[in-house]
């Protein structure tokens, strides 16, 4: 067997323990239910708030999970803010956050470049980036990768043509990206397209394929279990994506509970690729489940 051979071998072995820990987390989770939730982690954007106020009660829920001794860590697949701004941004909508508490998909992306030494171009919305070069140096002129945000004035096609001129030009460039968001709540109560269908352009102009720092990727879930210091078979996430915060959090052997606000749409639970384990009203109701008040 060549090294080479040696390596994907080994590569596969840990995929299938990977994937037989999460099946027996799952397998554990349909067996029993624990006697109480421990930690959760919560979505933010359409779960606490939408547009520039908190959701109805969610500020005494939250309370009410701090005093039941829960855990709680907030998850945000934000491309915009780190985790002191955005915790900085819920306290002005009265909720209780300390920064310690959040952790954002353009955090982990940041720490993703800076761990490979990478030397990306940023396509990022203006304060994000300016952020995201603190203590960095970058040279956009031998740039290596391209980290893609959500932001409207920076997803425009003489932009995104950079970004694939990058990735053609340096066969091991990277495309990185917070999300795979397909769409999103707005102020005016609409939806707008995500950042996932700019991310699938690139992916199918280049041929590469995008790295995810954000949900519904398991290694985001992951860094929030560290957070929180809980068992998966005693933590729930709670979001309004089906997708990326609920089905995502389940094959990580979390409960996930999806609410009916921010981005839901009536039946998101029935074309789910697995039920959540509940569907609730708002976050209020969402605390009721995990305290027992069902």
């Known amino acids: ?69 829960v855990q709680v860590v907030f998850a945000s697949n934000s491309s915009k803010e780190s985790s002191a701004t955005l915790a ?7 909720l209780q956050v300390g920064s310690e508490e959040v952790y954002t998909a353009l955090e982990v992306a940041k720490d993703y470049v800076q761990k490979k030494q990478l030397r990306p171009r940023l396509f990022l919305q203006r304060q994000a980036k300016r952020w995201f070069e603190e203590g960095m140096e970058l040279n956009h002129e031998d740039a290596d990768a391209v980290v893609l945000g959500l932001d409207i004035e920076v997803l425009s096609y003489t932009n995104i043509n950079q970004a694939f001129r990058i990735l053609q030009r340096c066969p091991a460039a990277e495309l990185i990206a917070t999300s795979r968001s397909k769409y999103l709540k707005v102020d005016d109560g609409g939806m707008d397209i995500g950042l996932g269908a700019f991310v699938a352009a690139l992916e199918f102009s280049t041929g590469k394929s995008a790295t995810i720092t954000g949900k519904p990727e398991a290694s985001f879930f992951e860094l929030g279990m560290k957070k929180l210091g809980t068992l998966p078979e005693e933590t729930a996430v709670v979001g ?12 990580f052997g979390l409960y996930g509970l999806l609410v009916k606000t921010g981005k839901y749409q ?12 509940a569907t609730v009203r708002d976050f209020v109701a969402a605390v009721d489940w995990m305290l027992g008040e069902r």
């Open 88 to 94: 900085d941004k819920l306290v002005r909508m009265g």
């Open 240 to 251: 309004d994506d089906v997708h990326d915060d609920v089905n995502a959090g389940q094959d």
């Open 266 to 277: 009536p039946e998101d639970e029935n074309g789910a690729a697995r039920p959540p384990d």
């Open 1 to 69: 067997m060549t090294v080479a051979s040696k390596g994907v071998h080994q590569c596969e072995m840990e995929t299938s323990r990977n994937q037989a820990q999460v099946g027996e987390r799952v397998a554990f989770r349909a067996r029993r239910r624990p006697k109480r939730i421990k930690g959760v982690l919560v979505d933010v954007a359409g779960t606490l708030y939408v547009g520039k106020e908190a959701l109805p009660g969610c500020s005494d829920a939250l309370r009410r999970l701090r005093e039941s001794h």
